[in-house]
């Protein structure tokens, strides 16, 4: 017997639920077969009376709540304060006075609504065409309120019923209200009143569990909105005769289908029942089955909840584990309980293995790498960075040359000392990260040298405000782009050129422009440049360089973007965040 059960335990999942599944058909066929034929031989007329019985019950306690909303909806169509409310909103126009009886007018409304629980809101749409709602309110749709309102004025103050459709599960009641009083009957429109009704409560409330209650207004169905009958089949039936009782094949089923036409609203209601359903009148049958069935879901319980338990319990600690993995608690997902030694070697014994083992190879290559990935981003910022510390000395020392040879004037100083700021405020390794306004003094540094140089060739403007100064930036961020200006735009025209760096605010962004009236670019050199595949001339910082500096310090979701034309210059704007004061 030992030798038999260990045998099982090891056995595969599929073969074991084969096993249970063939037991189970073989004892619940044997049993049917005996049964069947006697418990389908006492049907009788007694799913007709019953039938009829729950539909009649129901469609009356429908029809008795349907007839009080009506009365709801004409005490308030007669109520002297909403009457008083909306001849005044006739008249009024937009001011105070017209928006205090607003909110008395929702006031009046929510008093309707608030011991109504089969009601979901009221919408009171007024003689100026503006909506008041109260309670679960509902966002009617423009071509579906015109033709509520349609309704409402052909039925002449009447009540009229809209039945729900895609959109809107709610049965809607609407009527139009009219002025008048014991002293003045001038039938003036003054709005339209639009009650929204929870039909699905109402039926849940007045219908009993047997069969399926369908609600039909000539070819339209009123309740429920996806009925799992085509009532299309049915429609000649139901015309013949106000009502009565009929079969009806459906998806396979014989369903038993008894209906009634409500006199008041002209609705016809349907009971839907399978016609092979048994009930209470078969008594002897019902417990010979619950006596036989218990027996035997007794003993297949008994085995069934030593075998369910050896599927879920191992199945219930792996999700466990696989939460724990999932919130990134890879240590404790590895820890082995007591009772892994003595697991069954079947697929779910397999799969703890195979998880923890999975787990424990996560965890140390997570343990392994991470440090490593700080250490490659901050060398890669470096080195992105290191490629920018020595490249404006050349340009800078020949410009000073320039001036010492042509002028020999005592400028000189002056541009020296911009250039020992400048070359402060760049070559420095230590802070990768400034504020804009440091990046500012080194762009006005480079400034003050390029106008000793292009003198009233170079017209710059800096316009950014001193709110955005506390920002942070990469260090050499705009000089860079500033120089490419230079260089692409002033130095190969013999005539001047405008500069401008200027700052806008969206969103999620700060965006710096640098801007120039150069001769632009052509669309396949920009093409080439977005792509990386065109380098700067000389020792200048790419634009890919900057861009690649940006993302590093905030995310991909920031960087340059280059917007240019022939002839109409080039525009860069570098996208940065517009919260980097930590």
């Known amino acids: 017997m030992e030798k038999w059960f260990r045998a099982y335990r090891h056995m595969k999942i599929r073969n074991k639920l084969s096993i249970l599944i063939a037991l189970t058909i073989i004892v619940t066929f ?75 007018l929702i006031d009046r409304l929510l008093s309707y609504i608030g011991s109504e629980p089969n009601l979901f809101s009221i919408h009171l749409i007024d003689s100026n065409g503006t909506e008041h709602a109260a309670g679960n309110t509902y966002s009617i749709g423009s071509a579906k309120k015109a033709r509520i309102m349609q309704l409402a004025g052909e039925a002449g103050g009447g009540d009229v019923w809209v039945f729900p459709d895609e959109n809107d599960s709610a049965l809607i009641s609407v009527r139009d209200i009219r002025s008048f009083s014991t002293t003045n ?25 047997e069969g399926e209650l369908l609600i039909l207004s000539d070819s339209d169905v009123v309740y429920p909105r996806r009925p799992s009958f085509d009532t299309a089949v049915i429609e000649d039936r139901l015309n013949e005769d106000r009502k009565g009782y009929f079969t009806e094949t459906s998806g396979g089923e014989t369903l038993f289908v008894s209906h009634s036409r409500s006199a008041s609203t002209g609705w016809t209601y349907l009971n839907l029942t399978p016609y092979n359903q048994v009930f209470e009148r078969i008594i002897f049958v019902k417990r010979l089955v619950v006596i036989v069935f218990g027996v035997i879901f007794i003993l297949v319980i008994l085995w069934g909840i030593r075998f369910s338990r050896s599927l879920t319990r191992p199945i219930d600690e792996l999700i466990g584990r696989m939460k724990l993995a999932e919130k990134g608690n890879f240590a404790e997902a590895n820890v082995l309980s007591g009772d892994d030694a003595s697991k069954a070697m079947d697929e779910i014994g397999l799969l703890q293995r195979t998880f923890r083992l999975m787990i424990e190879r996560i965890n140390t290559l997570i343990t392994e790498n991470y440090s490593n990935r700080l250490l490659l981003k901050e060398t890669e910022f470096k080195a992105l960075q290191a490629q920018i510390n020595p490249h404006f000395l050349y340009n800078t020392l020949e410009s000073i040359n320039w001036i010492a040879k042509m002028n020999k004037q005592t400028q000189i100083s002056q541009m020296v000392e911009a250039l020992g700021l400048l070359l402060r405020n760049s070559v420095s390794l230590k802070e990768p990260i400034v504020t804009l306004a440091d990046e500012i003094a080194i762009v006005r540094s480079y400034i003050t040298i390029q106008k000793f140089r292009f003198e009233e060739r170079l017209v710059f403007s800096l316009e950014i405000p001193e709110r955005y100064h506390h920002l942070k930036v990469p260090k050499l961020t705009l000089q860079p782009l500033l120089e490419n200006a230079i260089q692409y735009a002033l130095e190969p025209s ?53 861009d690649e500096r940006i993302k590093l310090s905030f995310g991909e979701a920031y960087g340059v973007q280059v917007e240019s034309r022939p002839g109409h210059g080039t525009r860069i704007i570098i996208r940065l965040p517009n919260d980097t004061e930590g």
């Open 185 to 209: 009957i001038d039938l003036l429109y003054l709005g339209t009143l639009i009650i929204r009704v929870n039909l699905d409560a109402i039926v849940r409330k007045s219908v009993a569990e």
């Open 494 to 546: 013999i005539d001047g050129c405008s500069i401008w760096i200027r700052a806008y605010e969206t969103e999620n962004s700060l965006n710096l422009t640098v801007e120039d009236d150069g001769p632009g670019m052509p669309a396949d050199t920009l093409a080439r440049l977005r792509s990386g595949r065109l380098a700067s001339k000389g020792n200048g910082i790419g634009l890919i360089n900057i």
């Open 30 to 104: 044997a049993f049917t077969t005996l049964v069947q034929q006697y418990a389908f031989s006492i049907y009788d007329r007694q799913l007709y009376d019953k039938s009829s019985q729950v539909l009649n019950l129901s469609s009356a306690a429908i029809e008795s709540e349907l007839q009080r909303i009506e009365q709801i909806s004409y005490n308030m169509v007669a109520d002297v304060q909403l009457q008083n409310m909306l001849r005044s909103l006739r008249t009024s126009g937009p001011d105070y006075d017209s928006h205090l009886l607003r909110l008395n």
